[in-house]
C-alpha cells in the first residue's frame, strides 16, 4: 500500500514537500507520481517520475511543483513551493506496474490534504 505524507494547512506563499512511499521490493514500475483533486474538480495529473529518471510534468502546470524520486526506495517526492489557495486539494501518489505482457496496473494512495490559506 502507498504511503504519502506531507500535507498540511499553509500559508499563501509557503512550501510543502509531499512524500509517496511503495513498499518494496516491486518489480515493474513504470511510473510514480501526483495526482489532485480539488473539491467539485476531476482528478488531474501533477507530476509523474518515470522510471528510467526523467520527471513530466502535464502541459500547463506550475512550474513551482518539482517530483523528484528515489528508485531505490521506490519513494517519489513533490516539492511544492509558492503555494496558492487554488493549489488546495487532496493530493493522491499513484504507481503505475507493467507486467511481463506489458500490461499496466495502477495502484493509489489514500491521499494527504493540502489547505493553502489566503
Known amino acids: 500500500q502507498l504511503q504519502a505524507s506531507g500535507g498540511g494547512l499553509v500559508q499563501a506563499g509557503g512550501s510543502l514537500r509531499l512524500s509517496c512511499s511503495a513498499p518494496?521490493?516491486?518489480?515493474?514500475?513504470?511510473?510514480m507520481g501526483w495526482y489532485r483533486q480539488a473539491p467539485g474538480k476531476e482528478r488531474e495529473l501533477v507530476a509523474i517520475?518515470?522510471?528510467?529518471?526523467?520527471?513530466y510534468y502535464p502541459d500547463g502546470m506550475s512550474h513551482r511543483f518539482t517530483i523528484s524520486g528515489d528508485s531505490s526506495e521506490n519513494t517519489v517526492y513533490l516539492q511544492m513551493n509558492d503555494l496558492r489557495p487554488e493549489d488546495t486539494a487532496i493530493y493522491y501518489c499513484?504507481?503505475?506496474?507493467?507486467?511481463?505482457?506489458?500490461?499496466?496496473?495502477?495502484?493509489w494512495g489514500q491521499g494527504t490534504q493540502v489547505t493553502v490559506s489566503s
Open positions: 517520475m518515470r522510471s528510467h529518471g526523467s520527471p
Open positions: 499513484n504507481v503505475a506496474l507493467s507486467d511481463s505482457t506489458g500490461r499496466r496496473s495502477y495502484y
Open positions: 518494496g521490493p516491486i518489480s515493474g514500475i513504470v511510473s
